[in-house]
Every structure is written in structure tokens, then in C-alpha cells.
């Protein structure tokens, strides 16, 4: 299930990054979401803005990637993405994955003006590999199938979001089995991170550690009980997406088993969010 090629190695592994950026969509649905030519145009008007962007999966177009035919198809899809986001209030913003995004997107795009920002690293493991819950020690670990409000303070706290009655809502939105993960020290909880199944992977979300806790093994622990728990939910993978320009968390995901299955970015319409 975890893919062995390399970046860019063929269809098969573009099939793979689709799948998990689609999982991924459903981890974090948006409040209106219109299907368009296997795009999925995403508009959120309280949750973090990577939530309302364009999956901009499907076909290349009439005539294969590069023709004439195909970059008119594309620029027709693009204005029909803008006309969605102009009647929504929102900024159009692309997420874009080379080799599982239409040929010629990217470029299309910057030569449309759109911004190039926020390089990300999309990352899986197989569950079996994940480091296990180790007994003893000052730390614990509580398995919730909804958040509670101590989970909400603590990624307020590290992430300056998600408290509010969007974040609230976005999380009510999930259609798939879901658990969220607290690490305590003593009655405090200092470490968080949320997980969601869907057809024989997970996805791990929202994971933040209190800068007070940090160093002490607190992120490993909630990585294993979401591991532990998608086990038991009929995951063998798990999957998570990061910033390229988070080397703490970078080294987190790598001691954990985790290794790099493709990059992307975004293009954003006129400002960078």
C-alpha cells in the first residue's frame, strides 16, 4: 500500500497521491464543495484557507497535455474555479501536485498572476511500523472519538486557531470514523493530534505539542496512539501532510517511519493568504 517509487515514477503512483489528497479533502471537508470536470472547488468561510482550495485532479483534457485543445480546456476550467470563488466571497487558490495535477496547470496559473507559496510535504507510513505505546513514564494517553475542550486549548495555543464555531463545525462535517488524541502530564494536557479512517488508510491531522512539553516525547506518543487506534480501524497506512518549513516536525515524522511521497504548493489568486 505504501508506495515504492520515487517522486514522478509513473501513473501508478499519481493514482496514489489522488487518493491520499482526496482522503485528505474528506478529513477536511468544507462547508460547499462542487464537483467540476474531477475538480473539487472547495469554499470555507471560517476554517484555516488551505481548507477552501482546488483539488485540481481529472483528466489533461482533448488532445493530451500541451495541445492546443487541452490549455483552452484548462483555462476553461480555471475561469469556471474563479467564477465559483468570485460568487462565494473567497480567493481562488490552487493546490497543485505535479504528475496527479492537469498538465500545464501550474503554468497556466503563474502566467495568470497567481502567487507560488506554501511548499508541503505529503508523507505516509505503514501502521505496522509506527513505534507502539511504551508503558511507564509521566506522559499518557487519552483516545477520544470527539474533541473535547482541553484538545481544542491546546492546538489554540501552538496553531493560534480552530476554537470557534467554523473549526467546530468543520470537524461535525467528517463523515469518517475519527479519533482524537490527547497526551497528558498529570491532569494537563499538553499534546494533541486528531486522525481520520478512510478505506485502508488514515490520516493524522492538527498534531501540536505545548512548547513547555516539547522534547519529551510527547508528539511520539500521540503518533502511536493514532497509529494504535487506525490499526484497530483497518488502516495499514497512515498518512500526513507538513509544511516543508517545519523541521521540528519534519524530524518528528521521520524518527516516526515516515517518508516523503510527493511535494506540492499552492498558486493563490492576486496576494499570498
Known amino acids: 500500500m505504501i508506495p515504492s517509487e520515487p517522486p514522478g515514477a509513473g501513473p501508478a503512483l499519481a493514482e496514489t497521491v489522488r487518493g491520499l489528497q482526496e482522503r485528505a479533502a474528506r478529513a477536511l471537508p468544507a462547508e460547499v464543495v462542487e464537483h467540476a470536470d474531477g475538480w473539487w472547488l472547495r469554499h470555507d468561510s471560517g476554517s484555516s484557507w488551505w481548507v477552501a482550495s482546488v483539488l485540481p485532479h481529472g483528466p489533461d483534457g482533448p488532445g493530451g497535455p500541451g495541445t ?15 467564477e465559483f470563488y468570485a460568487r462565494h466571497g473567497g480567493t481562488a487558490r490552487f493546490q497543485i501536485t505535479p504528475d496527479a495535477c492537469p498538465a500545464g496547470l501550474d503554468a497556466l496559473l503563474a502566467g495568470r498572476g497567481y502567487d507560488r507559496s506554501h511548499p508541503v510535504s505529503l508523507q505516509a507510513a505503514a501502521v505496522a511500523e509506527i513505534p507502539g505505546q511504551r508503558a511507564g513514564g509521566p506522559l499518557r494517553v487519552r483516545i477520544e472519538d470527539r474533541p473535547v475542550d482541553a484538545w481544542f486549548g491546546v492546538w489554540l495555543a501552538v496553531r493560534g486557531e480552530g476554537a470557534g464555531a467554523a473549526a467546530w463545525g468543520l470537524l461535525d462535517r467528517v463523515a469518517g470514523p475519527s479519533a482524537y488524541a490527547r497526551v497528558l502530564h498529570g491532569d ?44 484497530a480501524h483497518g488502516a495499514t497506512g497512515l498518512y500526513l501532510q507538513v509544511e516543508r518549513d517545519n523541521p521540528a516536525a519534519l524530524r518528528l515524522y521521520a524518527r516516526a517511519g515516515f517518508r516523503e511521497v510527493c511535494t506540492y504548493h499552492y498558486r493563490t489568486a492576486g496576494a499570498k493568504p
Do not use: I
Open 188 to 231: 494537563e494536557t499538553v499534546a494533541v493530534g486528531r486522525a481520520v479512517a478512510d478505506s485502508g488508510w488514515a490520516g493524522v491531522f492538527a498534531m501540536a505539542t505545548l512548547p513547555a512539553a516539547r522534547g519529551r516525547g510527547a508528539g511520539g506518543r500521540v503518533l502511536g496512539a493514532l497509529a494504535e487506534w487506525a490499526g
Open 68 to 82: 492546443s485543445a487541452a490549455t483552452a480546456g484548462l483555462a476553461r476550467r480555471v475561469a469556471r474555479a474563479e
